[in-house]
C-alpha cells in the first residue's frame, strides 16, 4: 500500500509539473519558429522541416530593439535590490529576534501588518515621495527602499530563523567580547545559511519580474528592464510573435537559474531554517 501511493505520488508530481511546463515548452517552441507556421498553427510540417528550427529568430530579436540593454538593466536592478533585501531584512530580523528594546513587540505587530497591507494602497503616497525627492526617472526608487528593510515576509524569516538558533552560541559568543554586529555577522549570520539564500532566491525573481514599478517610475527606455522591455517589444513587434517568444525565453533563463541553484537552500529553509 505505500509503495502504490508512492507511485501514485509521484506519478501526480509529474502530471503537474507537465503541466506547469507545457506553456514554456510552447514558448520555446514558438521560439524557433518562421512567423508563418505560429499564425498557420501546424506544429509539424513535413514540407519544410529542413527549415523547422529557426535558431536565427534570437539574433534578429535582440537586434530589432535593445533587448540586451534591458536584460543588463534587470541584471543590475536585481542585484542591487536583492544584496539590499538580504542585508537589511537580516539586520532587521536579528535585532527582533536577538536584541531587546523598546517597542519590539509594536514593530514586530508592524512588520506582521505590513505582509497583509494591500501594495496599492501605498502606489501614491511612495510615488508622491519619490517625485519630491526627484528621483522619478532613476533606479533609486526600484533600489532604495529595498536597503531600508520593506519586505515584511524577509524580515519575518530571518526572524523565525534566528530564533531557532540555540542560545549556546550567542552566550558563547558574549563571553568572548563580541559585539552585537560581531555576533550578527560572524556567529549569527552563516548559521542561517538556508534562510539567506531563500531570501536571495525569491528576492532575486520578485525584482527581476517587477513590471509596475519600473513603468511608474521610469520613462526613458533606454533605462527599462526586461520585464517592461518585453511590453514595449510586444507594441512595436506585435506582428512577428516568434520573435517575442524568443525574447520571452531570453528573459526566463536568469530567474531559471536561480531557482536551481536556490532550490537546496528554498527547500532547507521550510525545514530546518539553521541547516543544522
Not at 538558533?165 to 567580547?177: M, N
Not at 532566491?201 to 518585453?230: C, E, K, R
Request: proline share 6%; aromatic share 14%; charged share 15%.
Amino acid at each position: 500500500m505505500i509503495e502504490r501511493a508512492t507511485v501514485i505520488t509521484r506519478i501526480s508530481r509529474w502530471l503537474i509539473a507537465l503541466v506547469f511546463l507545457m506553456p514554456v515548452a510552447w514558448a520555446l517552441w514558438a521560439s524557433l519558429q518562421p512567423v508563418e507556421r505560429l499564425f498557420v498553427g501546424a506544429i509539424f510540417d513535413e514540407a519544410n522541416s529542413d527549415a523547422m528550427w529557426q535558431w536565427g529568430n534570437y539574433r534578429e530579436a535582440v537586434t530589432r530593439l535593445p533587448v540586451l540593454r534591458f536584460l543588463m538593466n534587470s541584471l543590475f536592478i536585481t542585484l542591487t535590490a536583492t544584496l539590499g533585501t538580504v542585508l537589511s531584512c537580516a539586520m532587521a530580523g536579528f535585532a527582533f529576534a536577538r536584541l531587546r528594546w523598546w517597542g519590539r513587540p509594536i514593530c514586530s505587530s508592524l512588520v506582521l501588518l505590513s505582509i497583509s497591507a494591500p501594495v496599492n494602497l501605498l502606489i501614491l503616497p511612495r510615488f508622491l515621495v519619490f517625485d519630491a525627492l526627484e528621483w522619478l526617472n532613476t533606479y533609486k526608487p526600484l533600489i532604495v527602499p529595498h536597503w531600508l528593510a520593506v519586505s515584511g515576509f524577509s524580515v519575518f524569516l530571518f526572524r523565525q530563523s534566528f530564533k531557532s538558533v540555540p542560545r549556546a552560541f550567542e552566550d558563547a559568543a558574549r563571553l568572548e567580547g563580541a559585539t552585537h554586529w560581531q555576533l550578527f555577522w560572524n556567529v549569527m549570520l552563516p548559521m542561517v545559511r538556508p534562510a539567506v539564500g531563500a531570501v536571495a532566491a525569491l528576492s532575486a525573481v520578485v525584482h527581476w519580474h517587477a513590471f509596475f514599478g519600473p513603468l511608474l517610475y521610469l520613462s526613458d527606455y533606454q533605462t527599462y528592464p526586461i520585464s517592461v522591455g518585453l511590453r514595449m517589444y510586444y507594441k512595436m513587434q506585435g506582428a512577428w510573435p516568434n520573435l517575442l517568444m524568443a525574447v520571452a525565453v531570453l528573459s526566463m533563463i536568469p530567474p531559471l537559474i536561480v531557482v536551481l541553484l536556490a532550490q537546496r537552500h528554498l527547500m532547507r529553509s521550510v525545514e530546518d531554517p539553521t541547516g543544522t
